[in-house]
């Protein structure tokens, strides 16, 4: 595999695991944080963090462009200290983040909802910290489904395109990840070298999605096999 398809992959996975890595922590801490708020504003803000997943990527990209530029809020900070993310590497991360946040929000979130309280107020009667109650309860109640949402993240990052190019462009070696090069590799007539581009795409997608299926396959087959050993327990 030479350097043309090297570079694109490269990146986009560097871009892809960085990304996924902050949407899973901020993620999964806001999706807590809003299965349990239950104030007037929750409509808003949660069509505030839900909003990139119904928008174009190319105003999501727009929006992300007028923050970090030089005449923007973020973008004026950054020069303070001498820096940009504007057409740099890190800017392809925060178009994937912004993109691919949605997913691992409302797939977590609802996994949250789903964890029943009481389970939670009974370990706070023993004297857990809630720190403990969310990494020893309510976590691995909720995990099929932060698990689904991250997954789904990952591959939404990795197929990110729009909002990429606005804020991040296309500079080869830097920022074109792997669907910014297949558009350009169209556009210049390059099929054979964009056809190679999407069969590395689908596989590390489709890689992805059987991973997850498997898991959540084998975990429910381990847990119907302690079922079914409980049932046997209380027969006997």
């Given at each position: 595999m030479t350097d043309t398809y090297l570079s694109p992959l490269w990146i986009s996975l560097r871009t892809v695991i960085v990304?996924?890595?902050?949407t899973f922590f901020i993620g999964v801490a806001v999706a807590r944080w809003m299965s349990r708020y239950s104030g007037k504003l929750k409509s808003v803000i949660d069509g505030i963090f839900i909003l990139p997943l119904v928008l174009p990527p190319t105003v999501v990209g727009y929006g992300l462009l007028l923050l970090f530029g030089k005449h923007g809020p973020l973008g004026k900070l950054l020069l303070l200290i001498g820096t940009t993310v504007v057409f740099s590497w890190p800017a392809t991360v925060i178009a994937a983040v912004v993109v691919a946040f949605p997913l691992m929000y409302m797939t977590s979130r609802g996994a949250f909802e789903q964890v029943e309280s009481t389970i939670?107020?009974?370990?706070r009667t023993l004297g857990a910290s809630e720190w403990r109650i969310f990494w020893s309860v309510?976590?691995?109640l909720?995990?099929?489904?932060?698990?689904?949402?991250t997954v789904l993240a990952f591959a939404r990052a990795l197929g990110e395109f729009g909002a990429t190019l606005m804020l991040a462009g296309n500079i080869q070696g830097?920022?074109?990840t792997i669907p910014i090069a297949i558009y350009f590799d169209i556009q210049a007539g390059d099929t054979?070298?964009?056809?190679?581009?999407?069969?590395i795409?689908?596989?590390i997608s489709f890689a992805s999605l059987f991973a997850l299926a498997y898991w959540k396959s084998r975990t429910s087959l381990s847990k119907s096999r302690i079922s079914h050993r409980e049932e046997v327990d209380q027969d006997a």
């Open positions: 990304a996924t890595a902050i939670e107020d009974a370990a309510t976590m691995p909720a995990w099929p489904g932060v698990a689904a949402g830097k920022t074109a054979s070298h964009a056809l190679v581009l999407v069969a795409v689908l596989a």
